[in-house]
């Protein structure tokens, strides 16, 4: 009897939350029944940082070089932060370190610059697009990005993931009823940080679903 109660009520919260998910206005709600069903703890999705001195590397590609250095500088920072906060194995580079050195020598090789730190592992980004306006009047970011672990002794890679393109907010936000643009651009590129650094730590799976609301509940 308890097992057919347990499946009954299994169905009857999926249930809500379809419910809830079609409903206006319902999103608080539907955050709060994810919670209660799944919790708030999705695993990391790689472990291989633990216990390693690891160098945050940002890269632009070659014709976003000048349009997209700075903000490349500001996610490198963005994910050392993050993971010193959170991944607490693992042995985060300082990043204006690794910054300072890529500042005077240029960055040729991901394992290059992890040796010049001391680095056991690199944790490279390819930033393969970034983008923060569609037109003059609405803000909404969207970035590219290839992740790829460097053994930096053997000079091989131990992981890779072309992340899912990551757009922020959904639909858009009207410059008008956000704020300036560089406010716009660092939120940004404080949520790409985020949804790269989460790869390698437990997260909290709700954090998705109020992000949106955020921006344009302002």
Known sequence: MKHVGTRAGRWWQW???????AAPGCRSLFTTAVYVIRGTNTPAEYTGLN?????????????LQYSSAG???DVAANVAALLKRHARRVKVIDPEKVERWVDENGMEDFVEVGRAV???????IDLESFNWLQGHT????????????HDVRDDTILWQKRMKQVVYPTAGVAAQDYGSEDQFRREFIGIL???????????DATLDYARDSRALGR
């Open 15 to 21: 249930g809500l939350l379809l419910c809830m998910a």
């Open 51 to 63: 216990d390693k001195k690891v160098a945050v590397v940002c890269r632009p590609l070659q014709e």
């Open 71 to 73: 903000a490349c500088r």
């Open 118 to 124: 001391e680095a056991d592992l690199v944790l490279a």
């Open 138 to 149: 609405v803000y909404q970011g969207k970035a590219d990005v290839l992740l790829t672990v």
């Open 193 to 203: 940080a985020d949804e790269i650094a989460r790869h390698f730590y437990p997260h």
